[in-house]
C-alpha cells in the first residue's frame, strides 16, 4: 500500500493550489469589483446630494457584487478541486506537483460523487477553526475531517 501524505506535505499542495486559484480569480473578482467601486466613488462625491435611501442602495449593491463573486468563486475552487481529484490524474496541480494523488481507502481512483462530497467536506473543515484541516497531523491515515467524511486518502504516487 503507498504511503499516506502528511500534514506538511498536503499544506504546501494547498498553497501551489491557491495561487494558481487566486490568479483566475483576480480575473473575476477584480474586475466586477473594481465596476461596482468605481462607481461607488463616483457617486461618494456628491453623497451629500443623495437621500438615506440611495445610500443605502449603493452599499447594498456593493455588498451584493461581493457576496455574489464571493460565491461564484467558491464554487468554482469546489469544481476545480471536485474534477481535478476524479479527473485520471487524481490530483490537483498541486498535489500533481509533490507526487500526491487522492484515492479511495482501498487505493482505488475516486469518482466526481466522492470527490465532490470530498470538497464540499472541507467547508466543515474550515468552519471549526481549520481543526478538521489539522487533524491530518494526528490521525493514524494522515486523513482529514472532509476525508474521513469522504471515505478518501492522500497518498505518495
Same mark, same amino acid.
Given at each position: 500500500?503507498?504511503?499516506? #501524505?502528511?500534514?506538511? !506535505?498536503?499544506? /504546501? ?6 495561487? !494558481?486559484?487566486? &490568479? /483566475? ?11 461596482? *467601486? ?10 451629500? #446630494? ?14 451584493? #457584487? ?5 460565491? =461564484? ?9 471536485? =474534477? ?6 487524481? &490530483?490537483?496541480?498541486?498535489? !500533481?506537483?509533490? *507526487? =500526491? ?5 482501498? *487505493? ?7 470527490? !465532490? ?32 467524511? #469522504? ?7
Amino acid at each position: 500500500m503507498k504511503e499516506n #501524505a502528511g500534514f506538511w !506535505l498536503r499544506f /504546501v499542495a494547498y498553497i501551489i493550489d491557491y495561487v !494558481l486559484i487566486w &490568479a /483566475v480569480q483576480a480575473f473575476i473578482a477584480i474586475p466586477i469589483l473594481g465596476m461596482i *467601486g468605481i462607481s461607488f466613488a463616483s457617486k461618494a462625491g456628491d453623497m451629500s #446630494a443623495m437621500n438615506e435611501g440611495e445610500i443605502v442602495g449603493m452599499v447594498a449593491a456593493f455588498m451584493a #457584487a461581493a457576496a455574489a463573486t464571493a460565491l =461564484l468563486t467558491t464554487i468554482l475552487v469546489v469544481l476545480y478541486f471536485t =474534477l481535478m481529484e476524479s479527473s485520471k490524474y487524481q &490530483a490537483t496541480v498541486g498535489k !500533481l506537483a509533490l *507526487g =500526491l494523488i487522492v484515492t479511495d481507502e482501498n *487505493g482505488n481512483k475516486i469518482d466526481m460523487v466522492k470527490a !465532490l462530497i470530498r470538497n464540499l467536506s472541507k467547508i466543515i473543515s474550515s468552519m471549526i477553526l481549520m481543526i478538521g484541516y489539522i487533524m491530518v497531523g494526528f490521525t493514524e491515515k494522515k486523513q482529514g475531517l472532509h476525508d474521513i467524511i #469522504a471515505k478518501t486518502l492522500v497518498v505518495k504516487k
